[in-house]
């Protein structure tokens, strides 16, 4: 079954650019989703489709995804950017949902 | 406004059968091309997807989890019920449901509910 691999944590100070990265197999000829989970609120969709952003999603946060890596930035950091995020895609292979592992945001 | 809301019980015990309810608004579950799948997070784990049904009825499980789990949906009462057998402690989480947009999650899960938190202990 396919893997998403993404870094436990990552740090930055306030005002910095974080960069959340995850990984799979050729995982740029897939479509890859973000989301943003904080503690007691609805999981939010912050980019799909690689780099689409919703509606109400700041402009700060993009998304790209090329070769083996996938990846979420986050501009001009903020304190309530603190989150997990989780990178997802669609299987058609195994007709399964997959998730990465989640990473960390902490903004110092 | 587009929202879904989890129910069921906080508690079951070992053996038991967990039936959870998400209780759709804002859109319809006979809308073309959506669905709505069911995510659970354990404790300090990742979160992890179960299963989903789309419009055309159309259903896929949690390879791992598939003897175990049921999903169905009733479109005039705008629910999806997921269904778990034979729980277990391990099974304590977060259980979360979403709305689908696009075939295959070509947009994403764009709305989540808060999620509904069930422990399983005797």
């Known amino acids: 079954s396919y893997v998403l691999t993404q870094s436990p944590s990552v740090s930055v100070a306030p005002g910095k650019t974080a960069k959340i990265t995850c990984g799979g197999n050729n995982i740029g000829s897939k479509r890859v989703h973000w989301y943003q989970l904080k503690p007691g609120l609805a999981p939010v969709l912050v980019i799909y489709f690689d780099s689409d952003r919703p509606s109400g999603i700041p402009e700060r946060f993009s998304g790209s995804n090329s070769g083996d890596t996938a990846t979420l930035t986050i501009s001009r950091v903020e304190a309530g950017d603190e989150a997990d995020y989780y990178c997802q895609m669609w299987d058609s292979s195994s007709d399964h949902v997959v998730f990465g592992g989640g990473t960390k945001l902490t903004v110092l | 406004q587009v929202t879904l809301k989890e129910s069921g019980p906080v508690l079951v015990k070992p053996t038991e059968t967990l039936t959870l309810t998400c209780t759709v608004s804002?859109?319809?579950?006979?809308?073309?091309?959506?669905?709505v799948s069911w995510i659970r997070q354990p404790p300090g784990k990742a979160l992890e997807w179960l299963a989903h049904?789309?419009?055309?009825?159309?259903?896929s499980y949690n390879t791992s989890l598939k003897s175990r789990l049921a999903i169905s949906k009733d479109t005039s009462k705008s629910q999806v019920v997921l269904t778990m057998t034979s729980m277990d402690p391990v099974d304590t989480a977060t259980y979360y449901c979403?709305?689908?947009?696009?075939?295959?999650?070509?947009?994403?899960?764009?709305?989540w509910g808060q999620g509904t938190t069930v422990t399983v202990s005797s």
């Open positions: 804002g859109f319809s579950l006979s809308n073309a091309r959506m669905g």
């Open positions: 979403a709305r689908i947009k696009g075939i295959n999650y070509y947009y994403g899960m764009d709305v």
């Open positions: 049904i789309f419009s055309n009825d159309e259903k």
